[in-house]
């Protein structure tokens, strides 16, 4: 089991918006804003998508948009588009693993 | 241009020995912590651990400690991931990455290298 919980799946149109959640707990997400999210397309590395909880790394469309409340990170897709289909992962620094902790993933399907 | 460059795809039997590479370019590998990042087939991400080349200071996942070793040559820039004895459990993808630490902890990874598939089978 992950220490970071997000869904399994995820689905929109293109256009659409979706929400990606992360739930973590008051050591790590609700305590410190360093959340990051990877995108993962099939066969290939992750790809930093957001870090701090909203910045963007260079080269990163401002569709992906990342934000926090308590406990919980959330990841936004707006004008969904098919190179978006893939699975998502959050990461937050944590108080209890010095190496940071991941969520379970997010796949996420463009309809 | 910070480039992570990963060994190729490896098959091996159970009980083998096996050492992984990544080669660090493009940045001061010294001065970077680098770390390897396993994906079991259909799982998600695990760091197993990270070390700092300029001085071996090597932090490993309560997981993985004692099941590999990891190490750096600063001279050539190069991280490695080792197994003495493999286990078909062993069986995953594994990715090297550049991490940021603060206070000690990994807070981001921007950098990643390609992937080294490992296989291990009877």
């Known amino acids: 089991q992950s220490a970071l919980t997000q869904p399994p799946s995820a689905s929109g149109s293109p256009g659409q918006s979706v929400t990606i959640s992360c739930t973590g707990t008051?050591?790590?997400?609700?305590?410190?804003?360093?959340v990051s999210w990877y995108q993962q397309h099939p066969g290939k590395a992750p790809k930093l998508m957001i870090y701090e909880v909203y910045k963007r790394p260079s080269g990163v469309p401002d569709r992906f948009s990342g934000s926090k409340s308590g406990n919980t990170a959330s990841l936004t897709v707006s004008g969904l588009q098919a190179e978006d289909e893939a699975d998502y992962y959050c990461?937050?620094?944590?108080?209890?693993?010095?190496?940071?902790?991941f969520g379970g993933g997010t796949k996420l399907t463009v309809l | 241009e910070v480039q992570l460059v990963q060994s190729g795809a490896e098959v091996k039997k159970p009980g083998e020995s096996l050492k992984i590479s990544c080669k660090g370019s493009?940045?001061?590998?010294?001065?970077?912590?680098i770390g390897w990042v396993r994906q079991m087939p259909g799982k998600g991400l695990e760091w197993m651990g990270i070390i700092y080349p300029g001085d071996s200071d090597i932090r490993y996942s309560p997981s993985f400690q004692g099941q590999v070793t990891i190490s750096a040559d600063k001279s050539i820039s190069t991280a490695y991931l080792q197994w003495s004895s493999l286990k078909a459990s062993d069986t995953a993808m594994y990715y090297c990455?550049?991490?940021?630490?603060?206070?000690?902890?990994?807070?981001?990874?921007?950098?990643w290298g390609q992937g080294t598939l490992v296989t291990v089978s009877p």
């Open positions: 990455a550049r991490p940021l630490l603060l206070g000690g902890v990994v807070f981001r990874t921007e950098y």
């Open positions: 990461s937050s620094y944590g108080e209890t693993n010095n190496l940071g902790l």
């Open positions: 493009g940045y001061s590998f010294s001065t970077y912590w």
């Open positions: 008051s050591s790590d997400i609700g305590e410190y804003n360093y």
